[in-house]
Structure formats: C-alpha cells, structure tokens
C-alpha cells in the first residue's frame, strides 16, 4: 500500500552539473531523487527499490540507457521510465517505446513538462498497481472456490513472483 | 572531375554529418546544464522573495556552473568551426599534429570513446601535402573504431614517426586493442585509398599504424 506521497526518483545521466541542477530543482519542488551517473550504478540502486518513476538518459558510457529502461522494466514491474536524449530520432523512440518507456523528452527539454510527465508517470505507475491488485484478488477469489488451503498457498505464490 | 569533386563525394558529407551531430549533442548538454542551473537560480530567486533564506554558496556554485559551461559551449564551438573549415582547401600543407589535436577534441564528444594522449613528435614538423579533410576524417573515423571495441575507460597513446623518406607512420597503442573495423566501414576505406594513406592493425602487437605519404 502507498503510505508516502512523496515521489520518489531515480534520476540517471552522465553530465554530472545536469544531474546536480535538475535534482536541486526536482528537490526544491518537492520530489525526492537519487542519482546515478552511469547505467550500472542506477542498475544496482534500483535493485534496492523503492523508486516510482526514472528518468534515463538515453546516450551514456557503457550500459546506455536503452539497455538500462530494459533492465529496469525486467525486474521491476511497477516503475515508470522517462527517456531523455540529446539526439531524437524516430527510430529510438520506438525502441524505447516498445522496450516500455512511459515517455520521451528531447533535451533541452521544459522543466514544467518534466515536472508534468513525473506526476503523469506516478499516477500511471499508480493505476497499474491498483489494477494489478484487483486482478490479483479476484484471481484469489476464484482460487479459493476450487483449491485446497495448501494449493491456494502455492498458486498465490505464483501470482505473486516478479511482483516488485 | 576536378580535385574537389573526386575527394569529396557523398562519404566526406557522411562524415560531415556524423561529426556536427556529435558537437550538436555536446552543444545540447551545455544547454541544458545552463538552462537547469539558471532554472535553479530563478526558482531561489522566487523562495527568497517569499522569505525563505537561501544558502550564498549554492547561488556561487549554481553561477559558476553556469560560466563553466558557457566556456565549455564557446571551446566546442571552435572546435566546429576548425573541423568546418577543414573542407577550404582540397589539398594543402597539414600538419599532422594538428589533425591529431582536432581529432582528439572531437571524440570526446563521443559517448563511447576513451581519452587520446598525443605525445609530441620527435622529428622535425610532420607537415604532409593532402586533404586536411579526409585525413581528419580517416584519422577520426580509425580513432571511433578503436574506442568502439576497448570503451569509454581506455586511454589510447598516439605518436607520430618518420616511417621511411616518403611517409609518416602515426601509431595508435596501449587501448588493448582486441578488435578492429574502421568505424563507418568501406566508406572511410575508400577515403583513406584516395589520399594514399594505408592502415595496419597488428593484433599481436596491441598497435594500429597509419602510414601517411609526405604527398599525394
């Protein structure tokens, strides 16, 4: 259950000063970000979890960002991505839309639409929990007519792996 | 066909592209640090109108990043105007070293490439009669297909020797080098047959030789 409104973001960029100012700013308004410098490094901070949404860089050192919003979108189930580049094309952003992103900005992009597009992705991310909680417990519901309490156990189990 | 038209066909305008597009993304990034940074100073602006007191050190910081990047924006601004205007003269006087200097800046504007260090030549000036042009492009494109199969962490060592009494041989070494394919393929292969410049990976050896004729 969501018990804190604070949006929580994981903000993913090899400019440094970048990520520094548009946390400052993010901060300033209210959003709680962790930044991460390069692909691996937001890897390993979204393993610990708790973010709502990320905001990726698309072009960086090493794990570039298409990689990084595959991996995320892999083991995460809930998190909503927003990809950021300095260099659109169509044919990245169909990639990145297929590989799951919720949105894509251009660089240099509007602060106020970025501001927009995180709480457009956290509601986002909200519904998908909400919807996938009422499928789990009417999955639940019609298990428990035909399974016995040792079998209900082990499908809900089920139900529940890859649910972060 | 004259000179101009024979050296520079639709591979040089190729490179052309794939080089301004790298500088306009840099230019982008610059953008953006100053537009985030003066969107910070203007967001503190309106919370001290409104009481809050603001910390003199994150407006000192927040101003001097804003300075830093517009010196960075006016550095790579210059290197775009001297890679634009290596296409003047077809064929003329080139000094190597400065090819080289040109070459490094404009790879650092490449995600994936490492950092080039130019050891200064021992011999006399290495000045060759070709196109500045296509040699830059060669040099360049050789350079982006080493850093795409060593990655952004290597550090590639780069000198210039005198190979024989009509050549020069500029040596790329110490990237571990395990693979190679010049970066766009049979295109910059074609640029560097037509100004007679050949290339030698010896994979043993960890070095890639470009040999550069005195003139074409």
């Not at chain 1, 991996?71 to 169509?90: P, R, S």
């Not at chain 1, 799951?100 to 709480?119: H, N, Q, R």
């Not at chain 2, 109108?49 to 790579?76: N, V, Y």
């Not at chain 2, 003047?88 to 404009?106: A, K, N, Y």
Request: glycine share 8%; net charge negative.
């Amino acid at each position: 259950m969501e018990t804190d409104n604070t949006i929580k973001i994981l903000m993913v960029d090899d400019e440094v000063k970048f990520l520094k100012a548009i946390s400052d700013r993010l901060n300033l308004k209210g959003f709680e970000v962790t930044t991460a410098t390069n692909g691996d490094d937001a890897i390993d901070a979204a393993s610990k979890g708790g973010f709502d949404v990320a905001v990726v860089d698309l072009q960086m050192p090493g794990t570039d960002g298409a990689q990084v919003l595959k991996i995320l979108k892999q083991n995460h189930k809930f998190i909503e991505i927003i990809m950021l580049t300095g260099h659109a094309t169509v044919d990245s952003a169909v990639e990145c839309t297929k590989l799951g992103a919720f949105k894509y900005l251009e660089k240099p992009y509007d602060f106020d639409k970025l501001v927009e597009a995180l709480k457009e992705a956290f509601q986002a991310r909200l519904t998908h929990k909400f919807e996938s909680n009422m499928n789990r417990m009417a999955a639940i519901q019609k298990l428990s007519l035909q399974q016995s309490p040792l079998g209900l156990l082990r499908e809900m189990a089920r139900l529940d792996d890859g649910r972060k | 066909m004259d000179r101009k038209q024979e050296l520079f066909n639709y591979d040089s305008l190729a490179l052309f592209g794939r080089v301004n597009a790298s500088i306009s993304h840099e230019l982008k990034n610059i953008m953006a640090i100053i537009s985030e940074t003066a969107g910070l100073l203007s967001d503190l602006s309106e919370m001290a109108k409104g009481g809050t007191a603001i910390d003199p050190d994150i407006l000192t910081g927040s101003i001097d990043s804003i300075a830093e990047e517009i010196e960075r924006g006016f550095t790579t601004i210059r290197q775009m105007n001297r890679f634009s205007h290596s296409v003047d003269i077809p064929v003329g006087s080139t000094d190597l070293m400065e090819i080289l200097d040109l070459v490094g800046q404009l790879c650092g504007y490449l995600a994936f490439a490492g950092k080039m260090r130019i050891h200064p030549c021992r011999e006399a000036s290495p000045v060759v009669q070709t196109s500045p042009f296509i040699l830059q492009a060669v040099v360049y494109q050789t350079v982006a297909g080493i850093f795409k199969n060593t990655g952004p962490d290597t550090e590639l060592d780069v000198s210039v020797q005198l190979r024989d009494d009509a050549s020069w041989r500029i040596l790329f070494d110490g990237a571990g080098i395990k693979a190679f394919e010049l970066h766009a393929g049979d295109g910059i292969a074609r640029m560097a047959a037509s100004i007679g410049v050949a290339i030698h990976w010896e994979p043993a050896g960890d070095r890639l030789e470009m040999t550069v004729p005195f003139s074409i």
